[in-house]
């Protein structure tokens, strides 16, 4: 559905902030595709196109492909803005810029919803969810476009239902452009982990997208143009198991009919491994990673941070069972937490030795405004607010001890010999499990062999030739080249250098330790 009942014309312009740079972003990686520019489509804002009145004009810029224009800026009559915490000074800059042409700025999204502090300057501040706040803004706006006296902030009280949601305006989008396609079929988790935002800010009964509309969704990123990976950036995928169940069907029957052309990836937790039914299903509809957020191997710790959950199959046997349904894990790993020790450094390598996860996201503990670490922190006074640190929480272990921790997990995990180890690991005994899809016309086509020609040229010159560590690459290359396994070449080598040339940057002290970011969340649909 669309915003109905305003005659009013309005030219809209929606800008999305540019992301610092990321562990979970992988733009080292970019320079080795065919002119990728940017992580996901971002739902949310591209959510808050599709309702705006029909007649509406609107314009969709990602500041991470490029900068909002003067002849934007003068085009539009007023600004949209949404992001994370982590874009919170671009978001404030693009709120400045566009006051210079005097135009009203109005601020949506998860960032905002939690802490509608961060914004002073913005003309209106949309608070929840995608609702009657935004009803409110845009009769507003259609009545008096010119900025308010003052800050206004709106409040969703009453959401519109997912299943009501338009699909986002991604044909605004240069879908091209994007290292992933981006999908949202439900909100919110029943869980409650400490340090997670999701709970307090979605709620814990998911709310829920039809099937229908994520097949007309799916449709609609293939018109646009996107092929390849496609990511379900639900809080958890099985939040409602019942739910997962339903969509799944439809899943693989689409992807029948189209000849698999995505490769699905979702975040869930690991308890999924207690589900052959549902691993089975995704397995037919072509999922081939879930993230989990194992968070630490420590039983004390998942039992601390209230997810106990992680517990309910012993870590290694639940990886290694999703790994049997040919999906690879990708975990978030935290460290900092009060029930590290001295040792737990090195544990955590032997974790990542032994479960031969490639991919992971290892985080310094960051407390968030709207959890209960928040909460408990600030009743303990362990909340420091200094932007130059790492993390605002005060460990229990020093400072200059965690991250020196983090800095030597990262560099340790990330060595080209080890991080190669563990994809080969995975070309072994995991994508083996996958199921075998047919050569599709498009994958066959002329525009998508130059495609793989181009990354296959770029990783072959930048590692194969140039790279200092080019004798580990060359062995796995030659591997799947004997395979005939290009597409896992590209996809191993591309995300494998992000990967060491982040990781070499976070050792050497170049890099935040706090990427929460990396959980995707920035993608997510409804705090719009
Ligand atoms: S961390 Fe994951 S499982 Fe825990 S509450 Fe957040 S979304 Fe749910």
Partial sequence: MRAEGIETVRRILCVFPRYTSSFGTFEYAYPLTDGVQAFMPPQGLLLIAAYLPEHWPVRFIDENIRPASQEDFEWAEAVFVSGMHIQRQQMND???????????????????????????????????????????????????????????????????????????????????????????????????????????????????????????????????????????????????RKAALDLLPHLV??????????????????????????????????????????????????????????????????VHTINSYGMEVVSGIIMGLDTDKPETGEALIAFVDETKIPLLTINLLQALPQTPLWDRLEREGRLIHDEGRDSNVDFRLPYEQVVSSWRKCMEIAYQPERLYARYQYQCDYTYTNRIKVPVTPEQKS???????????????????????????????????????????????????????????????????????????????????
């Fill in 94 to 240: 693009i709120c400045r810029r566009a006051h210079a042409f005097d135009l009203a700025v109005a601020i949506g999204g998860p960032s905002v919803s939690a802490c509608p502090d961060y914004y002073p300057s913005f003309d209106y501040l949309h608070v929840g969810e995608l609702g009657d706040a935004t009803n409110d803004l845009l009769a507003r706006l259609a009545r008096d476009p010119s900025r308010p006296e003052q800050q206004v902030v709106l409040k969703t009280a009453d959401r519109i239902a997912m299943t009501d949601f338009p699909i986002p305006a991604y044909e605004l989008a240069d879908v091209k452009r994007y290292f992933l396609g981006s999908i949202q079929y439900s909100s919110g988790c029943p869980y409650q982990c400490e340090f997670c935002d999701i709970p307090g800010l979605y709620g814990r009964n998911p709310r829920l997208k039809s099937p229908q509309q994520i097949i007309a969704e799916l449709d609609k990123l293939l018109a646009c143009g996107v092929t390849g990976s496609v990511y379900f950036v639900d809080d958890n995928f099985i939040g409602n």
């Fill in 446 to 528: 002329w525009a998508n062999i130059k495609r793989a020609l181009i990354m296959l040229r770029n990783i072959f010159w930048k590692i194969g030739v140039l790279g200092d560590y080019r004798k580990v690459f060359w062995k796995f290359a030659l591997g799947r080249l004997r395979h005939g396994d290009i597409e896992g070449l590209i996809a191993s080598t591309m995300i494998g250098h992000h990967l060491i040339m982040f990781a070499r940057d976070a050792s050497e002290g170049q890099q935040n330790a706090s990427n929460y970011s990396i959980r995707l969340r920035e993608a997510s649909v409804p705090a719009e």
């Fill in 253 to 318: 029957e689409w992807q029948k009919k189209t000849g698999y052309v995505m490769r699905l990836a979702c975040e869930a937790t690991l308890n999924i491994a207690k589900r052959p039914e549902i691993l089975e299903k995704m397995r037919d509809a072509f999922f081939v990673t879930i993230f989990c957020g194992i968070e630490t191997p420590d039983p004390e710790a998942l039992k601390a941070m209230q997810k106990d959950h992680n517990m309910m199959v012993p870590i290694l046997e639940g």
